[in-house]
């Protein structure tokens, strides 16, 4: 994974797939979105989903030796990896993985005080990636208790509403946090996740929107190659949009709307 040309810091830089079965995964993303995949950098067990000629998304089956469930992570650009892991822990958070060497830089893989997994990267960018720009992920939205909690948590962790060039702007709106960089919306939070919901819908967690042009085309392709809809398709606030679980598990929503 790398961080990205058009991230700048505390911003959205990368996804990756944590799955038991790398293969599988492939599979299924390759018949449901439309994706061709290289071999990433890391070694076997990692590649790196390709949409347009363009780098979507990393993959990797390393879920099982990491004890984690197969899941979809967001990763956030920084400068210090050090630095940000002692903030995460300074305010309630776990460091559960790094800084750990990976490439041409540093990894961390973490969760907030809520629960919520997610990372951050400090390293090369890579270019052609940007949230709501080409193939990457239409959006990020981070499901948790209290969003304006989580607000303040992510502000002091990546320096969010800093007075900096290129820092993210942190706005409320439509019942919801919003992270702005560079006129776009590039994530959002919002409350009411309860951590002991069955439903890991409903549980804090990142969760990943990628765009199709026919959802009911994707539910379709995904329902054949053995993954789950967990929310039919239906037109939200933002457009129209089915949230599925692949082959291995992993929970994501396909929408047809580009940005926000």
């Known amino acids: ?7 700048g810091l505390g911003q959205p830089c990368w996804v990756s797939l944590l799955t038991a079965d790398l293969k599988a995964s492939q599979d299924f993303y390759a018949a449901v979105m439309g994706w061709t995949f290289r071999a990433g950098t890391l070694g076997e067990g990692f590649s790196v989903a390709i949409s347009e000629g363009k780098p979507v998304a990393g993959l990797s089956d390393a879920a099982s030796s990491l004890g984690v469930a197969v899941s979809w992570t967001s990763y956030f650009a920084v ?3 050090d630095m940000v892991a002692s903030r995460v822990r300074e305010r309630g958070g776990t460091v559960a993985v790094g800084p750990l060497a990976v490439g041409r830089g540093r990894v ?3 969760a907030d005080p ?3 997994v997610f990372g951050f990267w400090e390293g090369e960018n890579l270019p052609g990636w940007r949230i709501g720009s080409g193939s990457a992920p239409a959006w990020l939205e981070l499901r948790t208790r209290d969003a304006f909690a989580a607000a303040m948590f992510y502000g002091e962790v990546f320096d969010w509403a800093m007075d900096r060039p290129g820092r993210c702007e942190v706005r409320y709106e ?9 006129g ?22 990142w969760h990943v929107y990628f765009c199709v042009g026919d959802v009911e085309k994707a539910v379709e392709a995904a329902l054949a190659e053995g993954g789950a809809v967990v929310s039919e398709p239906a037109r939200s606030r933002v457009g129209r949009e089915a949230t599925l679980r692949d082959s291995e598990g992993g929970l994501f929503t396909v929408t047809e709307k580009t940005g926000r």
Request: charged share 30%; glycine share 10%.
């Open 184 to 205: 776009r919306t590039v994530a959002s939070l919002r409350g009411g996740a309860v951590e002991a919901d069955p439903d890991p819908r409903i549980r804090p967690r």
């Open 114 to 116: 809520m629960g919520a």
């Open 1 to 7: 994974m790398a961080a990205t040309e058009g991230a």
């Open 108 to 110: 961390v893989l973490a």
């Open 79 to 81: 400068d210090d990896a």
């Open 174 to 182: 439509d019942d919801a946090v919003t992270v702005r960089a560079g």
